[in-house]
């Protein structure tokens, strides 16, 4: 262990003991979570080198909550759906849930088209394809009949190791309507079951708020890795500037703007101060880079501070994280597509970007919500759209620094499906969007009105609405 290592560790764990005393006086959560966003970017840049004995502690919350992804699903569907009474309502959630994460997806394709084009991403840009080696890449790609087939679980114990979302919805829908099924002639059968699985939900939930109130200590480190790592690449990152800028722009453009009108005209939310409850979601995947692994705190967010219901919450951003994706499914890949195009003087006509903004939305099926996901996207429309797959190898030293802008997107734009969807279905609860209420379903639990209170973290008195004794 260097001198600089033992430093950098120090820094790092008096700046843990700052976070801690500032979380014990009730500072709000969310600017306690961009304040070590902050600090984590000054530990990057002055122990650029030396974080080996930083970097555990971000990896270490990002296993933490991978692990608890796959049960949180399992028992959210099965509780809710348990909870129904009937299948009917499933149906109309599934189609909305699935249109509306395609349809946000179909205008990050739109919108990173137009700003593709209308710009000339990759016009008078020096690229050199021979000297790059795609065989790696040449692995990742799957035909589509295969990631179809993929979705039904064959193992569902293997596809829980593996966070394989799908078969784990899949599965868990199974269950929940056999036991719909058998509850209509035979209740009390099944009422232990329905019993296990709702104190098991109780349980898992309360594991999710200990996990959560880790963000800022995980934010730090994470934020401080991924500095240092980009600085290191900084020579090879300038040539792609205008690749990097463009996607961080189409993402924070369709993630703040569009879905805020979405949300106004569709949602009739208050798109300011829903982006204010996300806050912590969208600095999870912004610094851990995973869909996946921030879904615990997505849900957790829907339920307790928007007024989205367990059954919902709990359906449509799970989907989220393998349908849609527009982040990594509808901006990355375009962007590449026409920074090739352009770069390479390829002479396109508008049926081939009509094609290409099909393949945008037809591999937003089925992808994965962990790092990574956008490679794999971009190789896969890349090669459907006849492109050379160097276009990806040359873009990678800017693909990790893009993925913390295309994450946050991806995660915002799955909360908002969720929302719209609740509205829709006309159970949004406007009294807990607006702090005065405690959701039905979070029993046993207490949080503060104000979206800057970490959940789960504390148990404060719940407001007590006008009108209401307490």
């Not at 999710?208 to 900084?234: C, E, K, M, N």
């Not at 915002?412 to 379903?441: H, K, N, Y």
């Amino acid at each position: 262990m260097g001198g600089y290592d033992v430093a950098a560790l120090l820094v790092t764990l008096g700046l843990f003991a700052g976070i801690y005393v500032l979380g014990r006086v009730k500072v709000n959560f969310s600017l306690l979570t961009i304040g070590a966003l902050a600090l984590g970017v000054g530990v990057g840049v002055v122990f650029e080198g030396h974080l080996d004995y930083v970097e555990p502690v971000g990896k270490v919350y990002l296993n933490l909550l991978l692990a608890i992804v796959a049960p949180l699903i399992m028992v959210s569907i099965l509780s809710s759906i348990t909870s129904l009474g009937t299948t009917a309502q499933l149906r109309t959630i599934g189609a909305r849930s699935v249109g509306w994460l395609l349809g946000l997806n179909a205008l990050a394709v739109l919108l990173t088209l137009g700003l593709a084009l209308e710009l000339g991403l990759g016009e008078g840009a020096d690229i050199k394809l021979g000297e790059t080696n795609t065989s790696a890449l040449e692995n990742i790609k799957k035909p589509f009949s295969e990631v179809f087939i993929d979705f039904f679980p064959t193992n569902i114990v293997a596809d829980i190791a593996e966070t394989n979302v799908i078969p784990i919805i899949l599965f868990s829908v199974m269950l929940a309507v056999a036991y719909a099924l058998v509850a209509e002639k035979a209740p009390a059968t099944v009422a232990p079951f329905k019993g296990f699985i709702d104190a098991l939900r109780e349980i898992i939930y309360r594991a999710v708020g200990f996990v959560i109130a880790l963000t800022p200590y995980a934010v730090l480190s994470l934020t401080a890795v991924a500095t240092a790592r980009a600085a290191g690449q900084w020579s090879q990152m300038v040539s792609l500037l205008g690749v990097l800028g463009l996607a961080w722009f189409a993402c924070f453009f369709h993630a703040y703007v569009i879905n805020s009108v979405l949300l106004r005209v569709f949602g009739d939310v208050n798109p300011i101060r829903f982006f204010r409850k996300m806050v912590p979601a969208q600095l999870t995947a912004f610094t851990t880079q995973s869909s996946a692994g921030t879904l615990p705190v997505t849900t957790r967010l829907l339920r307790e501070r928007i007024g989205v219901p367990s059954d919902i919450a709990g359906f449509t951003a799970p989907l989220g994280t393998t349908i849609g994706m527009p982040g990594c499914a509808g901006v990355w890949p375009i962007l590449l597509a026409v920074f090739g195009v352009n770069a390479l003087g390829i002479s396109w006509g508008i049926q081939d970007y009509v094609v290409l903004v099909l393949l945008g939305v037809i591999v937003s099926v089925g992808t994965a919500g962990v790092p990574g996901t956008a490679t794999i996207t971009a190789t896969t429309v890349l090669t459907a759209a006849g492109l050379p797959l160097e276009l990806v190898a040359i873009t990678l030293p800017v693909s990790m620094v893009a993925d913390m802008a295309r994450t946050l997107d991806n995660v915002t734009s799955a909360a908002v499906a969720a929302t719209i969807v609740a509205r829709q279905e006309g159970r949004l609860d406007d009294a807990v969007f607006d702090g005065l209420v405690v959701p039905d379903d979070i029993s046993g639990e207490l949080i503060d009105s104000d979206p800057g209170v970490p959940i789960g973290a504390c148990a404060l008195p719940t407001p007590t609405p006008q009108g209401a004794t307490a």
